[in-house]
């Protein structure tokens, strides 16, 4: 069974759209993450979440917001979609808080705005 | 905030031979340092980690390499083969929102 799962893998949109993408991780962690990979394969940390604290990187757009309805899941929203956003995301989970707990990752979406 | 330096930025090595990833970082207060292996169109998956109370750790053909002092850690790959041609990323703990904070990854060739 796959531990960290998102939906879609793919996704295609207008500029100017509102999207989601959806992640649950089956782990039992508490805690999860969101990263965006570029497209020169730079990853770098957007949210952690855990136990409804949420630790924003400060670089991320106020049009980014992540949204857990339960430990299991957190889920990334983007509204006003730009070109900019291109790239693809990836959620991670961890048993604890804290960076220095071993991170697992989804299959990651790619997101391709036009 | 934690920054990460990884080179080379791409490497190719004769199949059989070793392979040697460098990264620094600048955070002191890092404390643990994984390492992914990104194959083209897949997650990250982690492929050994170390933490800062350790210098070095092994796991078969792969090892790691930690120097506190200098603030620098390296992956070394030993008798390398064709299924380790991958992004290899280094990361340190230091970094914002409490996640990791990669280096900008290593394409590594395994020449036949």
């Known amino acids: 069974d796959t531990a960290v799962s998102q939906t879609p893998k793919y996704l295609v949109t207008q500029m100017g759209n509102d999207k989601s993408i959806k992640c649950e991780q089956n782990?039992?962690?508490?805690?999860m993450y969101w990263y965006k990979q570029d497209s020169k394969k730079f990853l770098k940390i957007m949210f952690s979440?855990?136990?409804?604290?949420?630790?924003i990187n400060e670089t991320v757009p106020n049009r980014f917001s992540p949204k857990s309805p339960d430990k299991a899941h957190l889920n990334l929203h983007i509204n006003s979609l730009e070109l900019g956003d291109s790239a693809v995301y990836f959620c991670?989970?961890?048993?604890?808080?804290?960076?220095?707990?071993?991170?697992?990752f989804g299959a990651g979406t790619r997101l391709s705005v036009l | 905030g934690e920054n990460v330096e990884q080179h080379p930025s791409t490497l190719s090595v004769q199949e059989g031979d070793s392979a040697v990833i460098k990264c620094t970082y600048s955070?002191?207060?890092?404390?643990?340092f994984p390492w992914y292996k990104q194959e083209l169109g897949k997650r990250p998956q982690l492929i050994i980690d170390?933490?800062?109370?350790?210098g070095e750790k092994k796991d078969q053909r792969i090892a790691v390499t930690l120097n506190k002092t200098a603030k620098h850690f390296s992956l070394h790959i030993t008798e390398t083969q064709p299924e380790d041609s991958a992004v290899y990323f280094c990361?340190?703990?230091?970094?914002?929102?409490?996640?990791?904070?990669f280096g900008k990854g290593t394409h590594l060739i395994i020449q036949p």
């Open positions: 991670a989970s961890s048993h604890r808080a804290g960076a220095k707990n071993i991170q697992y």
């Open positions: 782990l039992g962690h508490d805690t």
């Open positions: 979440y855990n136990n409804k604290e949420l630790i």
């Open positions: 955070d002191s207060a890092s404390n643990y």
């Open positions: 170390i933490r800062s109370n350790v």
């Open positions: 990361a340190g703990s230091g970094g914002g929102a409490d996640g990791l904070t």
